[in-house]
């Protein structure tokens, strides 16, 4: 009884503190700098908006789908926010004829996989909750032109150089010819930021080929739009407003390779990760991936991640390094003050919500990075701002209801967005929550009924 009454003495203490300290992101809303980009905007001077909802719930074991239409082509496309540009296999778009476009190419490192093919400025319809704008899709819609890869071959290339290859997959005397894969079904978006590491080979992962950066006009007509989107479990907002940007509390970027360029082009956020204790920080940079499960990083030269090796359940390899069960990895992104602006932590092999399917350590150089996969959503929505080179994460009403969904919770009732309180639990003890210092509080959220 003791323990409830002090469980729930917490719960009233955290709510009391709501408005300091939102699940792990103090003073939400704020703006925290950082050198690269500009001031907080009025986000109440745009209001040109529209809600892309997943196709299917978000789930760990899938890349989330949105709808949309190509050159007479509906596709339930899949999002990825750690890469930039979209493939379309050849045999999806028959309109296009074969001599169009410009030799390109794309690889994937987490997958190693190469795609060639050319590129094609498309057209892109993107239907929102309400449908689109024909027969088939009726309601809100979006529309987008960007360069897209149509792709006329696909192969996996395992031993692909990303700093010497192109075009193609050079040969290995220790493996077979790879064999080229199928193009009739190769549907992907990359919508992230911070991509073109690349800048002066593959200009293909440039603002430019963000469908989500070059949206036009919304339910046909042009309005005051602020570029940007934000990404939660739910769905997509493109165009940022004073109402879908409230709780994130943004950060500053620094500029990307091709900023000069193209001003919407932006750095991908700084973050510091620290393995079981927060003394030895790695800070680096970080990327939001929902284009996979897993988690990667990269510690800094003399940082060790515990690890082990276990049986390869696919690919060439037959033994890959895991991070060892057990470990605890906790990721902070820097705000100002020595602070964080937002934190979160997870055992591996806890089977917490925002656990990776599995974390893979990549060795040791600098600087330290970190991918935090596409699990990171069950705690966070995030913004990104191109406009003003400003990146915000947000523990989220959502965020909480797709985490009690995972862990099949569904007795709990939720309550409604607007009385939802969201805190943090640390150390409980007869005297309620302790005082917090930086890296100390756990980052579990609850909802309770106000």
């Not at 004829?97 to 993107?126: C, K």
């Not at 409604?416 to 003890?429: A, D, I, Q, Y």
Request: charged share 15%; proline share 8%.
């Amino acid at each position: 009884m003791r323990n409830a009454f002090v469980v729930a003495a917490s719960f009233v203490i955290c709510c009391s503190i709501f408005y300091i300290r939102d699940c792990h992101v103090p003073n939400s809303g704020r703006n925290d700098t950082n050198k690269g980009s500009p001031s907080s905007p009025d986000y109440h001077l745009y209001n040109h908006t529209i809600f892309l909802p997943f196709v299917e719930p978000f789930s760990s074991a899938e890349v989330p789908l949105v709808s949309i239409t190509v050159n007479a082509t509906h596709i339930d496309m899949p999002i990825d926010t750690g890469s930039t540009g979209t493939l379309i296999g050849a045999p999806l778009l028959p309109g296009i004829s074969n001599d169009i476009g410009t030799p390109a190419y794309q690889f994937y490192s987490s997958s190693r996989l190469l795609y060639t093919g050319r590129l094609v400025d498309l057209e892109i319809e993107f239907h929102g909750s309400a449908g689109g704008r024909n027969h088939s899709f009726p309601g809100s819609y979006a529309l987008a032109t960007v360069p897209v890869l149509v792709v006329d071959t696909s192969l996996r290339c395992p031993w692909y150089d990303e700093q010497v290859d192109t075009f193609e997959c050079p040969p290995n005397p220790k493996f077979p010819t790879p064999t080229p894969k199928k193009t009739n079904n190769i549907t992907y978006m990359g919508v992230g930021f911070g991509r073109n590491k690349m800048a002066e080979k593959n200009r293909n992962d440039t603002p430019r080929s963000n469908p989500f950066l070059n949206v036009g006009k919304i339910d046909g007509y042009f309005g005051p739009y602020r570029n940007g989107y934000t990404v939660s479990t739910k769905g997509v907002h493109l165009g940022l407003t004073e109402q879908n940007t409230k709780g994130f509390v943004f950060v500053n970027l620094k500029t990307g390779y091709t900023h000069d360029e193209d001003p919407r082009d932006w750095a991908m956020p700084d973050m510091c990760f620290g393995i079981n204790r927060w003394e030895d920080m790695n800070c680096g940079s970080a990327l939001i991936d929902t284009g996979i499960p897993q988690m990667y990083l990269r510690t800094d030269i003399g940082v060790e991640i515990p690890n082990v090796t276990v049986h390869n359940p696919s690919h060439e390899e037959l033994w890959v390094k895991r991070v060892k069960p057990g470990t605890e990895i906790m990721v902070g992104f820097p705000g100002t003050g020595g602070k964080f602006a937002s934190e979160y932590s997870f055992e591996v092999g806890g089977g917490e919500a925002v656990e990776p399917s599995f974390a893979v350590p990549e060795g040791q150089a600098p600087p330290p990075f970190i991918n935090t996969g596409r699990n990171f959503l069950y705690g966070h929505s995030v913004a990104f701002d191109a406009d003003g080179g400003r990146f915000g994460p947000w523990c989220s009403a959502n965020a909480m209801e797709s985490l009690l969904n995972r862990h099949r919770m569904n007795h709990v009732l939720l309550p409604h967005r607007s009385t939802v309180c969201c805190f943090l639990l640390t150390h409980v003890s007869a005297s309620g929550i302790m005082p917090t210092i930086l890296g100390a509080w756990k980052s579990v959220c609850a909802c309770v009924e106000m």
